[in-house]
């Protein structure tokens, strides 16, 4: 063998060495694109972790276990948007979602939130005095799923859904706007909400928590709410913001208002010290 044919096997061998990594990782990303779309797009999936998360919340809150049964609240909710137009799924679609779900909202505890939703659940988690949206049964079992179906469909997709700005009437977005606006309605006695002061304004009138939750209120069983503004150090937001006078005009004029700023600090103590009063809990 020449080294002239030593080197053009040995380059051979290494171009085939190549050729075959290039091949392993090529078939690699197509094996995981495909499981990962075909997960996405089977519409066992939605529905199996919406069942599956109802009867988890069914087995840690005993009290909600016999009123409702999820195969039934899964019909209910698939009938609001399968079969139809991805962004014509109005928000009254899903009354007979709301009906189906039993859940009485114990007074003193909705804690509301607006661009603070992991402090929220930050907190609800380590304390059981108050509760959000996502505390509840239905919100439990949607709480970050994406969801739609298609004219003449009968199925549930969850991938090329429209995002929650792409149109008003898309099945997620109207879901959320339904069950806001049922939390809210059903809220008694003292309600909170978390604001943050990172964020201009704390107090948006376009928010869910604005546009829905606080117009949904009911002033005949709704006694106060109190804004928590959590401030980091170099936040200069304070109570004194237009937007929360905003806030306190848009309330029911019987529900009485007030705002606390609490520093970031002080609001991680709470989720480590569960002995210190916050947010209303003792
Ligand atoms: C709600 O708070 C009010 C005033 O603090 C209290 O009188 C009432 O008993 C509380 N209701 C519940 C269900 O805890
Ligand atoms: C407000 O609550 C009262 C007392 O539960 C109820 O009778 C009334 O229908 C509620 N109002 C609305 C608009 O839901």
């Known amino acids: 063998m020449s080294d002239d044919q030593y080197e053009s096997v040995s380059g051979n061998t290494r171009r085939n060495r190549c050729l075959y990594i290039v091949l392993g990782v090529v078939l690699i990303c197509v094996l995981v694109v495909g499981v990962s779309l075909g997960l996405a797009l089977s519409p066992k999936g939605v529905k199996s972790e919406i069942l599956q998360r109802c009867e988890t919340y069914k087995k840690l809150h005993p009290e909600v276990s016999s009123g409702n049964d999820c195969q039934k609240i899964w019909t209910a909710f698939e009938q609001a948007y399968v079969g139809r137009n991805s962004c014509d799924v109005p928000v009254e679609n899903y009354d007979t979602l709301i009906r189906a779900v039993k859940q009485e909202i114990q007074c003193n505890k909705t804690l509301f939130w607006s661009k603070s939703k992991d402090l929220a ?162």
């Open 121 to 282: 659940h930050a907190f609800t988690e380590k304390r059981k005095c108050k509760m959000t949206l996502e505390d509840t049964l239905l919100g439990y079992m949607l709480d970050d799923l994406t969801w739609c179906s298609k004219p003449d469909s009968k199925e549930t997709f969850s991938s090329n859904c429209p995002g929650w700005t792409d149109c008003e009437k898309n099945p997620v977005r109207s879901f959320w706007v339904r069950a806001s606006a049922n939390l809210a309605a059903s809220t008694c006695g003292h309600a909170s909400v978390l604001l943050s002061a990172s964020v201009n304004p704390p107090y948006n009138q376009n928010s869910i928590f604005s546009s829905v939750e606080v117009q949904n209120l009911n002033h005949s069983i709704l006694d106060s709410m109190a804004a928590y503004l959590v401030t980091d150090v170099t936040d200069k937001t304070n109570c004194n913001d237009a937007s929360l006078v905003t806030l306190k005009n848009d309330l029911p004029p019987n529900v009485e208002f007030s705002c606390k700023e609490m520093p970031l600090s002080d609001f991680q103590m709470c989720l480590s010290d569960l002995d210190k009063p916050c947010l209303g809990c003792h």
